[in-house]
């Protein structure tokens, strides 16, 4: 359960939640692009203090290293820190074969088994496992580390929330994993539309792809000491 025990002292924080953004995509590069870039300043203009990106940034390997640099200047001049979760697409976000140098305001995590990005300024601790492998035995909501101290706590995850599993699909995630999950807000990727799969009071949304076939959209994440935990999806309009 989401805890909100009145001892610890939190502020309120505000996050742009994006994922599937899929720069660099072969059937619509442009509006990938376009995509990226209008979800960013939708959080700006929200107000948000930290986005997270929860996976599929780039949709393959062939992605160009202008291209690539322009994506990093891009989130290290949004006056927020950025974290990234690689997912299955990101095959050149991990191993750092590709990773490069990243601003100094943007984590891009790395770990296999999961790592923590502490945003101290913000409250904020986030965890996440990048997708290395895309097959049904990874686990990407597997080993939340449970919460250590009294900032708001993020996990995020790309896969595929299932009820019931399917076995022969890969990077499952199951209602018990995320109910199970010692977080403020659990932020889903790999899944193109905005969707509610909160459990057991924890808070659990995809926050859906802002280019594409479906409906666009980002989310903004609202966490309140009070007031607790709200999320709503912005749709975005590409010309
Ligand atoms: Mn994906």
């Known amino acids: 359960m989401a805890d909100f025990d009145p001892s610890i002292k939190r502020s309120p924080l505000k996050l742009l939640h994006m994922s599937d953004l899929h720069i660099s995509s072969d059937v619509y590069a442009d509006e990938a692009f376009r995509g990226f870039e209008a979800g960013l300043k939708l959080g700006v203009e929200n107000g948000a203090d930290v986005a997270l990106i929860a996976g599929d940034l780039f949709d393959n390997g ?123 807000y659990v932020a889903l990727g790999h899944v193109h539309v905005f969707r509610d799969v909160s459990q057991n009071g924890v808070p659990a949304y995809y926050s859906g792809a802002p280019s594409g076939a479906q409906t666009k959209t980002v989310a903004i994440v609202d966490l309140d000491p009070v007031s607790g935990v709200s999320v709503s999806p912005l749709e975005i309009v590409l010309k």
Not at 111 to 118: D, I, K, Q, R, V
Not at 161 to 169: A, G, L
Request: a negative charge; charged letters at 20%; proline letters at 13%.
């Open 62 to 184: 062939r992605v160009k290293q202008p291209l690539m640099d322009r994506v990093w200047d891009m989130l290290g001049d949004v006056g927020m820190p950025v974290v990234v979760l690689p997912g299955n697409h990101d095959t050149v976000l991990v191993d750092g074969v590709r990773l490069g140098k990243t601003p100094p305001d943007v984590t891009v995590m790395q770990e296999p088994e999961g790592e923590m990005a502490l945003l101290e300024e913000q409250g904020l601790a986030v965890w996440g496992k990048p997708v290395y492998d895309h097959h049904p035995g990874f686990r990407p909501m597997a080993g939340v580390p449970s919460r250590s101290d009294g900032h708001w706590y993020v996990s995020m995850a790309h896969g595929l929330y299932m009820d019931p599993p399917d076995p022969m699909r890969a990077s499952p995630i199951s209602p018990t994993e995320i109910g199970q999950a010692p977080c403020d």
